[in-house]
């Protein structure tokens, strides 16, 4: 894997500058998926779980891999977008042939 201090993304530099810590996600799942029933089954209100995810102003662990998951459905988002925009007009992102990762623009 390359450094990031180095990686070069193309196109793709701009929203490249952030790298998830999925260590955190994993030392978290058990309570995410605990947050995500009890919000599904409505046995707790939000308004306590927002409260829950703050210490004196300071997200909790817990609240900080939310956040990190939350940025890796961004970037599948963003990436979805960016290939129905290419698929749509290969020109729309001014240069055509390019590829990112090994994945074609066009």
Same mark, same amino acid.
């Given at each position: 894997? $390359? #450094?990031? %201090? %180095?990686? #070069?993304?193309g /196109?793709? !530099?701009?929203? $490249? %500058?952030?790298?998830? !810590?999925?260590?955190?996600?994993e030392e978290n799942w058990d309570d995410m998926l605990r947050l995500a029933g009890s919000l599904k089954l409505g046995t707790v209100q939000a308004t306590s779980i927002m409260k829950t995810l703050r210490i004196d102003d300071h997200p909790?662990? /817990? $609240?900080? $891999?939310?956040a990190e998951l939350g940025r890796i459905d961004?970037?599948?988002h963003a990436l979805t977008y960016?290939?129905?925009q290419t698929q749509a007009d290969p020109d729309a992102i001014g240069s055509s042939g390019k590829s990112v990762g090994g994945f074609s623009l066009v």
């Open positions: 894997m $390359a #450094d990031r %201090s %180095s990686a #070069d993304y /196109l793709l !530099n701009g929203i $490249a %500058s952030h790298r998830t !810590n999925t260590k955190l996600i909790t662990k /817990l $609240a900080q $891999a939310v961004k970037t599948i960016i290939d129905e």
